[in-house]
Structure formats: structure tokens, C-alpha cells
């Protein structure tokens, strides 16, 4: 079946250290790839999406993210937390060939000052 | 363009009574979805729907039921609340090609 595996449900960095969030995958279908940011009390707004074409993907507010087909992974990535991206972060791929999503559990991304 | 918009913002229900939360939506998206989210959880998929008229289970149905009457509206109705329903509720949208979804603000709903 089809899965999105998140690792870490908190994680914490100080402000202006990297942030990494992980992401994997398991599914069968060509790969189309989602991450989600959901700021307190709001809906998920689109960070990035990888369909096809260059593995390294850009997204707003300065997050990339990697698609790597050998490891199925796709993780998120920021090379200098900033207090405003104290959000929380879903991973999401297509279930199946289906219209459906399926999303990861989340991560709670913490920035300390 | 507004996207996808949801009322009411939040609402408590006692125990047995019945609501329907609305979701509209203005960019001609054929697809709407209605999940719920609970903490810790993620998002899980209760009942979607690929045009007007056309509706289909996700992975939570039990106890809502939607209609999808027009393209832009996709209401869902709670008809014997019970406290396991208490969540919170996003309604989405996306168009036909690809698969990246519009998600409304939510409703913050209770049950007691």
C-alpha cells in the first residue's frame, strides 16, 4: 500500500541553523511529490512540488527539496531557519493512480531565537 | 479570486445534533475533497468528489455524508454528531491535470 513517512514529529533548530525535514515514500506511480506548510489555526498552503524534470526543487519562502528516486526520499530543506517558518510540515504523493493524496503525519519545525 | 472558502470558522455541537459545513470554491476545479485532521494524525481523506454529481468514500466516511450539487459547492453534512467527530475540517479543490490540491482555512469543530 501505498505510504508517506515523516520522520520526526517535532523538530527543533535555532534561528538561522538548517532545517531539514525528511520524507519518504513508497509507491509505484511516477512520482509526483508535495510538501505542505500549515501555519497555527490556518489550511496547508503549497511549499513546492516535484513532478517531473530536475530533481532539486524550489519552493517559496526559500525551502528546496530533493527528489531522490534510489532512496524514496524527498526531503525539505532551508539553509537558514527564520523564526516565521515555525509551521508544521506535511509530505504528500498521490495514493496510487488515483485523485487522491495521501500525507505524511506531519513535523512540527520549532525555531528557538 | 477568493480559492476555497469555509464557514462556519468553528462551532461546538452537543452530542446526537446534526450541521453541515460548507465549502465553495471559485476556480472551476473539478475536484473537491473534504478531510479531517486530528492531532498528531495527519490528514485523513473522508469523502471526495470529481465533478458535480459524482461523489465517492475516502478513508473515513462513517457518519458524514456530502452531495456535490454545483461544481463550486461541496457541503458535509454530520447528521448524529458524537464526540469522535470532534476535529478539525479543510476542504480542497484541484483542477484536472496534475494533482497538487487548494485548501480552504478550516473549521474548528467540537462536539460535546
Known amino acids: 500500500a501505498q505510504s508517506v513517512t515523516q520522520l520526526g514529529s517535532h523538530v527543533s533548530v535555532s534561528e538561522g541553523a538548517l532545517v531539514l525535514l525528511r520524507c519518504n515514500y513508497s509507491s509505484s506511480v511516477p512520482p509526483y511529490l508535495f510538501w505542505y506548510v500549515q501555519y497555527p489555526n490556518q489550511g496547508l498552503q503549497l511549499l513546492l512540488k516535484y513532478t517531473t524534470g530536475a530533481t532539486l526543487v524550489k519552493g517559496i519562502n526559500g525551502f528546496e527539496a530533493e527528489f531522490k528516486k534510489s532512496e524514496t526520499s524527498f526531503h525539505l530543506t532551508k539553509p537558514s531557519a527564520h523564526m516565521s517558518d515555525a509551521a508544521e510540515y506535511f509530505c504528500a504523493a498521490p495514493m496510487d493512480s488515483s485523485y487522491k493524496l495521501i500525507f505524511g503525519s506531519g513535523t512540527r519545525l520549532l525555531v528557538r531565537p | 479570486n477568493a480559492g476555497v472558502t469555509q464557514t462556519p470558522k468553528f462551532r461546538i455541537l452537543k452530542i446526537g445534533q446534526s450541521m453541515t459545513l460548507q465549502c465553495t470554491q471559485d476556480?472551476?476545479?473539478?475536484?473537491m475533497y473534504w478531510y479531517r485532521q486530528d492531532p498528531g494524525m495527519g490528514l485523513k481523506l473522508i469523502y471526495y468528489s470529481v465533478g458535480a454529481g459524482i461523489t465517492d468514500k475516502g478513508e473515513v466516511p462513517n457518519g458524514y455524508n456530502v452531495s456535490r450539487s454545483t461544481t463550486e459547492d461541496f457541503p458535509l453534512r454530520l447528521e448524529l454528531a458524537a464526540p469522535s467527530q470532534t476535529s478539525v475540517y479543510f476542504c480542497?479543490?484541484?483542477?484536472?491535470?496534475?494533482?497538487?490540491?487548494?485548501f480552504g482555512p478550516g473549521t474548528r469543530l467540537t462536539v460535546t
Open positions: 480542497a479543490s484541484r483542477i484536472g491535470l496534475g494533482y497538487e490540491q487548494y
Open positions: 476556480m472551476n476545479h473539478n475536484y
